[in-house]
């Protein structure tokens, strides 16, 4: 517990992954995590503090409305934290809003779900501007039959089958919600919202709902893989390029903001 002279302090954070190791502290020091501490510790003149997020994203992977807290003595306005910490974070990174919270209040532990949006370029050609910002496929895409195959991951299943050798999570078993999947223009949008999720679940959930798009799989082979409970049987896992964490949920009384900030880019 924290001493009872120390405020918790929760923030929303938005950056591009591209040049970053992921969130999770490295000794590179290349990481979302490091990058937000070391601002945070020059703006109070202190040492960094220990920030905690609601969900940890891979290399590459871009946050549109990542949510973090951390304990300080220090009581300074909302909208200080905000300034005061992007005054020392790259133009990569950014503080969208602060907030005291509760010291029950934990970023990870009292979210009740996370959302997640893959963007995917269907065109013959790689991207290049959008490079870093979308998957990439260059045949045409199967929309009823990427939905067909989305359905049978729909409930509360044992992922083993789309989960990364390296992850750590206690238990394969969790709820998803109904994956959208819709087009706007040469681009793909894939919505999911579950409980947590699996390190490279989602990545490995695209590579599969890509085959069967691309119609090297039929969409009932995604049930096949999902019961096999084994990696193996699932496709390779696709690029981390177009995934965005789009926060998590909270219950109400916490009095956070539910949705990530304005991102005109990101089909709608």
């Known amino acids: 517990m924290p001493a009872p002279d120390t405020l918790r302090i929760a923030l929303g954070i938005t950056y591009s992954g591209t ?7 490295q000794p590179s020091g290349r990481t979302i995590q490091d990058q937000l501490q070391c601002a945070l510790g020059q703006f109070m003149a202190a040492d960094a503090p220990n920030v905690l997020c609601a969900g940890r ?3 590459g992977v871009h946050g549109l409305m990542q949510v973090a807290h951390f304990d300080t003595p220090l009581d300074r306005a909302e909208s200080s934290w905000v300034r005061g910490t992007n005054r020392y974070l790259p133009s990569d990174i950014a503080v969208q ?16 779900a996370r959302r997640y949006s893959y963007v995917v370029l269907e065109s ?3 991207p290049s501007i959008d490079a870093h910002r979308v998957g ?3 045949k045409p895409l199967d ?5 067909a195959a989305a359905a049978h991951l729909v409930g509360e299943h044992d ?3 789309f989960r990364a050798a390296q992850c750590q999570a206690l238990s394969p078993v969790k709820t998803l919600q109904p994956i959208g999947i819709s087009r706007h223009g040469a681009y793909w949008r894939f919505d999911f919202e579950g409980t947590a999720f699996l390190h490279h679940m989602i990545r490995n959930i695209m590579g599969c709902l890509l085959a069967v798009g691309q119609g090297t799989r039929p969409p009932d082979w995604l049930r096949q893989v999902l019961l ?10 696709f690029a981390p390029d177009g995934l965005y964490f789009l926060g998590p949920r909270y219950d109400s009384h916490w009095g956070l903001p539910d949705s990530a900030p304005p991102f005109d880019w990101l089909p709608t």
């Open 136 to 138: 990439w496929v260059f």
């Open 124 to 126: 013959p050609v790689r």
């Open 159 to 161: 992922f083993s089958s």
């Open 97 to 112: 809003w602060a907030r005291v919270v509760p010291v029950a209040f934990h970023a990870r532990a009292s979210a009740v």
């Open 228 to 237: 096999a409970r084994s990696r193996e049987m699932a496709a390779p896992t």
């Open 143 to 147: 929309l009823a039959a990427m939905q």
């Open 19 to 25: 040049a970053y190791e992921g969130w999770q502290s």
């Open 57 to 59: 994203t891979d290399a």
